[in-house]
């Protein structure tokens, strides 16, 4: 029942007899019998057990095929590739099982937000009691400095407010009142009357009578939310899966057709067996599935020189195929830092310069800088009235921060660019409240005090019976002075006026009576600025082909002045807010998800609402947040991003990537570098599977020609070491180097990557088909050339061995001179310097030096079962090999020409 009602829309006294409660409290009898009724106040998790996390690593067609191929080479001795294959199983298994551990920390983050001890009202007395023994209808006692221990109808209010960034995205404290608000469906940030759980008391005292608890209240809906939002497969490890079940598929039924081919030639069932196992080993993968790990994570260390830090791996590849960012607004669009930038005093606007906290800057007047001569004293007085009444401080440590209101902050900045220090003694203060909505504070003078004022315009326009204008006390000029405020209103400015009344040397305190017949001295209009570089990356991120979406608790003209600013959406296009979106269905948002791009005052279940309904319409989604409204949708999200600064602990956990500046440009760069790194990954990919195609190939091809070459030869032209040895050496010492390649200077001029792509696409056809058929001929024919010899000679085994020998060789050489060319996918091998990624020479001398070392030195011999070949060998092997650089370099040339790149 407790969780249906709009709490905000009944007074508190309704609030008081629809819970049945009074301000004395609950009795201890009464809470129990709720406690029992509701439950406790807590988050419930249910955490899975290690056992079920290990099997949940097993569950994969690839890893059910290598552990059949290690017991199958297990039971025919080859125990060295049981030994390797196993290996690469635990490895797999045990990356797996890790990263699942931390996959539900997100959750327990969000249960540590729950506050141990609170003050609360029992039975008349006042008691501290456990955070999670808290009843619906307990009164809780609220004060400065502590956490809100569940959601609260407040009935006492003394200049209360609240820090609500985490949960609503709020950038500046949130002053807290207790009357009614009538209108409906308002998004937390509106419900100016309630307190949440997990938010901070920053100024005042209070108090609440419980509403909801646990999984009822905003932070327990999240944390409901979180566990029902299923974990994103990035693009490349949903390709990588449905392409797995493509190729066991295929490995299997192969192996079958091997099997049954081998039978029907009149060939002995354990040759069968062996060949149909070899085939099995040659077109498994083994080595892709570290190479592309290493890859990511080299990717990831760049990133990080990026400010961009990868939780998650598979998440470097998805940001190169981000095609929307949902971005917050507060600290990452912009400084969440205050900044005056405009004055007006004494009937004159001016503009001040500079943003942030740091304090270099300038004010001018019609783009000349302005001195504080005795003919701006007025401008002088508004600045100095911002700097005494005030309680923020400016300090320096590692650059400037504001300790207090940001808003003061500002206050201070903006007299620093003036030169302006604060050196007048406080004799007393009036806080700011938010029924009077102002704070005056009464400074000595020299032979008089004086007290200033500051507030909300309106107010202070309203006390003040006079002016200063050009150095002269003159009637107030109401009508400018609130066509000027409106002005600022109007480009989204958050307007303060200010105002100084002088009073005996003798006055020590400030009456209530003394805020009155005040002299305006002028307005000063601040906003949270765009960050400068945030600007230029929108811009390329839109030549990149991706959209940018603000999606901010701030008020909607807020959100439109700072879009215009960055150049997010269109002039004419149409804020949405959260009220909005409550009132529409699921159907219909996703209608209109495409065309919006800022959304303003939402709740979180709308951010995640409208990061689900982008991802109905196609597009990979990168969201970033740094509060636990936040966090629903960074789970959901393709890519989540959390702030490393402002983040909590809870959205940090939620994400796959954590901006260590908290700065968009920072993603636009992590993107150009996730462009990059896929462009790496597709050539790892079509580097690996070409060599594996090639493989099987022979083994197949070897079977199907055996009959008619010779009936006594009975064995295959490659050995399972071999193969095994080819696919996980080669991996590293050819493959990993491609990743290294230069990086192309237009990745943000390309739109995305179709997400729906295909790793088997016509791309994967032509490349790997032609290096497979290149190297399946090149191998077959060089060991039936030298073969020729055995095939008269059966039971001579030496020159059975060199022949396939011969066959490993020129397998390596062509994967050497594919190499050569693999280097780009698109552009031709005289279009770049071989000298330009000398880890690819670096490896290519490797694995000529490791394969003259197998060919030549005995102890390899007998482990790889090889034999020394004759030196003029080499010229036929080698120009056997070319065909697998030369087949590409056409196929380049002629997708280059017709465009099917």
Known sequence: MADKINWYQLSAEETFKKLNTSIDGLTKKESLKRLEKYGYNEIKFKKPSPFRRLLKQLNNPLIYLLILVSIITAFLGEWVDTGVILGVVIVNTAIGFIQEGKAESSIEALEQMMVPECTVIRNGNKKKILARELAIGDVVLLESGSQVPADLRLFRSKNLHADEAALTGESVPVSKGIEAIETPDLPPADQKSMAFGGTFITQGSGGGIVVATGEYAEMGKIAEIMKETQEIMTPLTRKMEEFTKVIVIAILLVALVNFALSAWFGFGLIYSFMASASLAVAAIPEGLPAVLTVTLALGVKAMANRNALIRKLPSVESLGRTTVICSDKTGTLTKNQMTVVRIFSGGKTFKVTGSGYNPQGEITFENNPVKLSSENKELKYTLKAGLLCNNASLVEKDGFKVIGDPTEGSLIVSAAKADLTDKTLRLDEVPFESKQRYMATLHQGLDENIIYVKGSPEKIIKRSRNQLIKGEITDIQEDEIYAASNLMAKDSLRVLGFAYKVVDEHKTEINPDDIKDLTFLGLQGMIDPPREEVIDAIKKSKSAGIRTVMITGDHAKTAKAIAKQLGIGSKKEK????????????????????????????????????????????????????????????????????????GTDVSKEASDMVLADDNFSSIVKAIEEGRFIFENIQKVILYALAANGGQSLIILGALILAPFISLFVVSLP????????????????????????????????????????????????????????????????????????????????????????????????????????????????????????????????????????????????????????????????????????????????????????
């Open 575 to 646: 804020v949405l807010t959260g009220k909005e979106i409550s009132r529409m269905s699921p159907e219909e948002l996703y209608e209109i998800v495409d065309k919006v791009s800022i959304y303003a005052r939402v709740a979180p279940e709308h951010k995640y609402d409208i990061t689900t309904q982008l991802q109905k319409k196609g597009e990979i989604v990168a969201v970033t947040g740094d509060g636990v409204n936040d966090a629903p949708a960074l789970k959901a999200a393709d890519i989540g991003i959390a702030m490393g600064i402002t």
């Open 718 to 901: 490659l050995e399972p070491v071999q193969i095994l040895w080819i696919n996980l050496f080669d991996s590293i010492f050819l493959a990993l180097p491609l990743i290294k390649e230069p990086k192309e200077a237009n990745l943000l001029e390309k739109p995305p990557k179709d997400p729906d792509e295909k790793i088997v696409n016509w791309q994967f056809v032509r490349k790997v088909g032609l290096v497979s058929l290149a190297m399946a001929g090149a191998g077959l024919s060089i060991f039936y050339i030298y073969g020729s010899a055995a095939f008269t000679d059966p039971l001579n085994e030496f020159l059975l061995t060199q022949a396939q020998t011969a066959a490993f060789a020129t397998v390596i050489m062509v994967h050497v001179f594919y190499l050569i060319t693999a280097r780009s996918i698109r552009e031709s091998i005289f279009t770049f310097s071989p000298f330009s990624n000398k880890w690819s020479l670096l490896g290519i001398g490797i694995t000529i030096s490791s394969l003259l070392m197998i060919i030549y030195l005995p102890a390899l011999q007998i482990l790889f079962r090889t034999a020394p070949i004759p030196a003029e060998w080499w010229i036929l092997i080698l120009l056997f090999s070319l065909p697998g650089l030369i087949l590409i370099e056409i196929e380049k040339f002629i997708a280059r020409r017709r465009g099917w790149f």
